[in-house]
């Protein structure tokens, strides 16, 4: 069985999800390659189904099972889109209300 190894770096952040190592996901995904099925890796390492399946599909297409590794250009650009236009929406309500304050005066 494989023993379940805790991230040091992220165990700070009080979570209900566990965070497993990149040595642990990979023997998950080999033994999901291997055969074994998602029910059998599920029970056995109390993980679920979905994780394995997740998992297998993202180290599956880019060797990585970090988000950021498995997103497309799309998505990143649209990510990026997204925090500017926040970025914006905030600086232009401040510009407002400065406005209204020198207004006033």
């Known amino acids: ?16 999800q566990p965070i497993y ?6 023997q998950i995904v080999n033994l999901y390659k291997n055969g074994k099925t998602a029910l059998e890796i599920s029970s056995e390492y ?4 979905a ?3 997740t998992w297998s599909k993202n180290y599956g297409n ?3 099972f970090k988000i ?5 250009e799309q ?5 990026r889109l997204r925090k500017e236009n926040k970025q914006l929406l905030m600086e232009n ?8 304050i020198m207004a006033r005066k």
């Open 68 to 72: 950021n590794d498995n997103r497309s």
């Open 75 to 79: 998505e990143r650009d649209l990510i």
């Open 1 to 16: 069985m494989i023993k379940l190894r805790r991230n040091k770096k992220k165990e700070k952040i009080m979570s209900k």
């Open 51 to 53: 994780t394995v399946y």
């Open 46 to 49: 109390k993980i679920s189904k």
């Open 21 to 26: 190592n990149e040595e642990f996901k990979k």
């Open 62 to 64: 880019t060797g990585s």
């Open 93 to 100: 309500d401040i510009l407002k209300q400065a406005a209204l």
